[in-house]
């Protein structure tokens, strides 16, 4: 068990989520306490880091997994799809209770053609997987279609337009649904067996972090465009309101927007769809980033052979010491040359 690495983890984690979810809320962002805790929180990963590569005997993330350029992709990868799937998950209900004025339940329904899509390319791709051995077309075609649904989202109007509600997050849904399943295919099969229960932890606890973070980066870039159409604001709500709708969180002026006259209303509408709008440029471009690394990612093809891999503490001493000759050689040979 390698304790010091997961302690640091958790640590580091702990700090650094609790640092970006005080930020902008609890405290200002440039408060003593967020900055400490988000500054700890990477000076704590950047500790765990050293430990797993010089210390650690059976390291929880072995740092040999980002010396390949195809892992470093698929991280990467699962990093942007996570983000990508919370922005729908969370600021798409934003858009239908602000400028739809949905309840928080019906905004969930409202999610049912991203939901539905999302789960049927996901099983289809693991379908298609399982059949043809190859896993570069459903990232290939997923990441495409995801940007092209995230960027119609930029397109949201400030008013009720089903057939774009509808349409586009089906788009985004067929495009979401098969980053699900395949970097996980690809990692298994770019991975030396020893390394695989790893590398999928790795990955899904870098999409885990990835949805958390996606909120955040979301909540800066809403209140940042708020605040440039402070003048709007203050100009058709009172001072205490439109205090309230610039310096709160995205939804603080949720139940604040019924109770508003129409004229009002459609001030306020503007100013979040417009400020979401942002959002979905940005979230646009991050698909763009991660359809670039799929790129990197090797070919491959799945085996329908049945191998026999062993695991526990035996073959993982095996592989370290295999590690260490490697090394060892390196360093001989280097040492030969000069």
């Known amino acids: 068990m390698d304790w010091l690495g997961t302690l640091l983890l958790v640590c580091a984690t702990v700090m650094f989520l609790l640092g970006l979810g005080f930020g902008g809320v609890a405290y200002p962002w440039d408060s003593a306490m967020v900055i400490c805790l988000i500054i ?29 350029t195809s892992n470093v992709s698929v991280f990467g990868i699962a990093y942007l799809h996570g983000a990508i799937f919370m922005a729908n998950l969370y600021y798409l209900p934003l858009y239908f209770q602000s400028v739809l004025g949905a309840t928080p339940i019906l905004s969930g329904v409202y999610l049912l053609p991203v939901a539905i899509t999302m789960c049927a390319l996901s099983s289809l791709s693991g379908y298609y997987i399982s059949q043809s ?10 990441l495409i279609i995801m940007l092209l649904g995230t960027g119609l989202y930029i397109d949201l109007k400030p008013f009720p337009s089903w057939p774009r509600i509808i349409l586009y997050q089906i788009v985004s849904g067929l495009g979401l649904g098969p980053v699900f399943q395949a970097p996980i295919m690809a990692i298994f099969t770019i991975t030396k067996p020893a390394d695989i229960a790893a590398a999928v932890t790795t990955l899904l606890f870098i999409r885990d972090i990835a949805t958390a973070m996606s909120i955040v ?7 940042n465009r708020m605040s440039q159409q402070s003048s709007r604001i203050n100009a058709a709500f009172p001072p205490n309101l439109a205090a309230q709708i610039i310096g709160g969180e995205a939804s603080s002026a949720l139940t604040l927007i019924p109770t508003l006259p129409d004229g009002q209303r459609r001030v306020i509408n503007d100013v979040y769809t417009s400020s979401i709008r942002t959002e979905w440029i940005f979230y646009t471009a991050l698909a763009g980033v991660a359809l670039l690394l799929s790129l ?5 093809v799945l085996s ?4 026999l891999h062993k695991t526990g503490l035996d073959t993982m001493e095996q592989n370290r010491l295999e590690e260490e000759e490697k090394k060892d050689l390196k360093y001989e040979n280097e040492q030969g040359h000069v």
């Open 40 to 68: 700890f929180g990477v000076v704590t990963l950047g500790i765990f880091v050293v430990v797993e590569w010089k210390v650690a005997k059976y390291p929880i993330v072995p740092m040999r997994l980002f010396q390949s």
């Open 133 to 142: 051995g190859r896993y570069r077309p459903p990232i290939y075609i997923g």
């Open 217 to 223: 980066f979301g909540g800066v870039i809403f209140q």
């Open 296 to 300: 990197l990612i090797s070919k491959q």
């Open 304 to 307: 329908k052979e049945h191998k």
